[in-house]
């Protein structure tokens, strides 16, 4: 995004927890008592306006909890967020309507995301009543939001029901949903993953010119840095809640800094041998949740783990445009 406002932060988010707290009701008769899963725990992020920024990790690392909660559609155990300087937890009232139509979220299964019973157009419309926006103003709000994500003949569209589309006019349906009210914000949550592989190329393509054309500032929630490379200029690594490196996404994957990085860079397949790196052995599948290590929380898998790592918890080390957490690095 160029212009007067880029370069100014739309979302600040300052050491966000959310625990859960999980137990099954045979565990609560024979008096066990509920496990705290820290799914993010001590998260602090700073989105500028128009940036695009991938959260990545294996399944279970919080990037979808930390997506949800910059939305506010979950509140934090800890930790405050800013959505353009308001604290987006003490909003209410006109102030979280107004929040809720600037900060969208584009979700992972189209096939979920719309209501079977309605029809399209039933389900285009339904956020602009809730809105509050002017019936006058509807048909050219879905036409500009379908234009945009090239279904340039809602015709063609409105009058059906979600299962007489195909997965990725069903994704771009949410997609154009998700722009009705000009939101400034989206969260897309695994946008292709429930897609064929033949139509992902093409869904994304159009997320990336939407989010250019209209200066959108984006989170694109993955466990593919492939996808994420495509998609985001910057990226933040994430592992059992806490994040382990933040930093542009090409200079991450030339020379990742983080061992978790590393291994999540050497699983993408490229086709240039000095871009390729050493795999590291970690191994299978994230501790659990609600038992995480001490200290780095990477440590069980890390093959360069040291004395130190089980004492201590990495703080941030700045080393230029990236931020890692890993005491080989300060
Ligand atoms: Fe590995 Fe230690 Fe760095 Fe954690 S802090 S990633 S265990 S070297």
Redesign the pocket.
């Known amino acids: 995004m160029s212009g007067p406002r880029a370069g100014v932060p739309l979302i600040e988010a300052e050491d966000v927890a959310m625990h859960f707290r999980v137990g099954s009701a045979l565990s609560a008769l024979v008096g066990g008592r509920p496990a705290l899963v820290r799914a993010v725990d001590g998260v602090s992020l700073t989105l500028m306006r128009g940036e695009s920024v991938g959260l990545l990790g294996e399944s279970g690392c919080g990037k979808t909890t930390m997506g949800r909660l910059l939305l506010r559609l979950l509140r934090p155990s800890a930790g405050r967020i800013r959505f353009d300087g308001e604290d987006i937890a003490a909003l209410s009232g006109a102030g979280l309507r107004r929040f809720r139509a600037r900060a969208q979220m584009i979700f992972q299964n189209p096939f979920e995301a719309l209501n079977p019973r309605f029809t399209i157009a039933a389900a285009l419309a339904e956020p602009l009543e809730n809105a509050g926006i002017p019936r006058a103003e509807w048909a050219g709000r879905i036409e500009r939001a379908m234009e945009l994500v090239r279904l340039p003949d809602p015709g063609q569209f409105l009058a059906r029901r979600p299962h007489q589309l195909s997965g990725g006019q069903l994704q771009r349906v949410v997609m154009a949903r998700a722009l009705l009210l000009d939101p400034d914000f989206v969260v897309a949550d695994e946008p292709v993953s429930m897609l064929d592989v033949s139509v992902r190329a093409g869904v994304l393509n159009v997320f990336r010119e939407v989010r250019a054309r209209l200066g959108l500032t984006a989170i694109y929630i993955s466990h593919d840095l492939a996808l994420v490379r495509y998609v985001c200029e910057r990226t933040v690594v994430m592992y059992l809640g806490r994040v382990v490196e933040d930093g542009p996404t090409e200079a991450m994957i030339e020379d990742p800094l ?3 990085t590393r291994a999540l860079v050497a699983a993408v397949p490229t086709p240039d041998p000095d871009q390729s790196h050493a795999p590291l052995p970690i191994g299978r599948g994230a501790p659990d949740a609600r038992n995480p290590p001490s200290g ?1 929380r ?2 069980d898998r ?1 093959p ?3 004395d130190r ?1 089980a004492a201590e918890a ?1 703080r941030p080390t700045r080393i230029g445009a990236r931020t890692v957490y ?3 690095h300060g």
């Open positions: 983080h061992p978790y780095c990477f440590r890390c360069l783990a040291h790592c990495p890993c005491h080989l």
